[in-house]
T-cell receptor, first 113, second 114 residues
Framework: GNSVTQMEGPVTLSEEAFLTINCTYT??????LFWYVQYPGEGLQLLLKATKADDKGSNKGFEATYRKETTSFHLEKGSVQVSDSAVYFC????????????FGTGTRLKVLA | DAGVTQSPTHLIKTRGQQVTLRCSPKSGHDTVSWYQQALGQGPQFIFQYYEEEERQRGNFPDRFSGHQFPNYSSELNVNALLLGDSALYLC?????????????FGPGTRLTVL
């Protein structure tokens, strides 16, 4: 079946540090991949997405590349800010007959000033 | 353009009670999905409604039921509440056609069962 595995958190970084949050997936067919961010007490906001292999999604300095050969979609940012502190969810959407997102368990990021 | 809206924001119930949560989809969207997000976990798919019918269902008991209205808004009903039903309930809307049905999420309803 379809599944998403994210690195365990929390991840604690100093401001301006480099961020990587690992995400790997298992899926049949060719899923779309997403990163969502959830700030405290709020719902999910789409951060970026990629719909086919080798696509790079980017937004607000965050990037992730859809790697089919390694079934990965790692989130990166070159210089994090305190305002990036949140929980990040990797998710897949498999168009092969299903209509639901499969989410990872989330990775909490804390950025210290 | 209003996004996905949900009501109420917070809700407190006791075990055995019933609850109804409401969702209005983003303008132009005709499909509504519901997810349950327990504390510290990723969202879990409950079900999806399209053309006023349940199109797909996740691994949730029959105590969880839903409805979609002609204006595409939706309700999630949970009967015989259990402590374990305490969670953030997220509604997401999308368009029914096409394979890559990107879903847009609302802010959620936080349900606490005492």
């Amino acid at each position: 079946g379809n599944s998403v595995t994210q690195m365990e958190g929390p991840v604690t970084l100093s401001e301006e540090a480099f961020l990587t949050i690992n995400c790997t997936y298992t899926a049949t067919g060719y899923p779309s991949l997403f990163w969502y961010v959830q700030y405290p007490g709020e719902g999910l906001q789409l951060l970026l997405k990629a719909t086919k292999a080798d696509d790079k999604g980017s937004n607000k300095g965050f990037e992730a590349t859809y790697r089919k050969e390694t079934t990965s979609f790692h989130l990166e940012k070159g210089s994090v800010q305190v305002s990036d502190s949140a929980v990040y969810f990797c998710a897949l959407l498999n168009p092969s007959g299903t209509y639901k997102y499969i989410f990872g368990t989330g990775t909490r990021l804390k950025v210290l000033a | 353009d209003a996004g996905v809206t949900q009501s109420p924001t917070h809700l407190i119930k006791t075990r055995g009670q019933q609850v109804t949560l409401r969702c209005s989809p983003k303008s132009g969207h005709d499909t509504v999905s519901w997810y349950q997000q327990a504390l510290g976990q990723g969202p879990q798919f409950i079900f999806q409604y399209y053309e006023e019918e349940e199109r797909q269902r996740g691994n949730f008991p029959d105590r969880f039921s839903g409805h979609q209205f002609p204006n595409y808004s939706s309700e999630l009903n949970v009967n015989a509440l259990l402590l374990g039903d305490s969670a953030l309930y997220l509604c997401a809307s999308s368009t029914g056609t096409g394979s890559y049905n990107e879903q847009f999420f609302g802010p959620g309803t936080r349900l606490t069962v005492l």
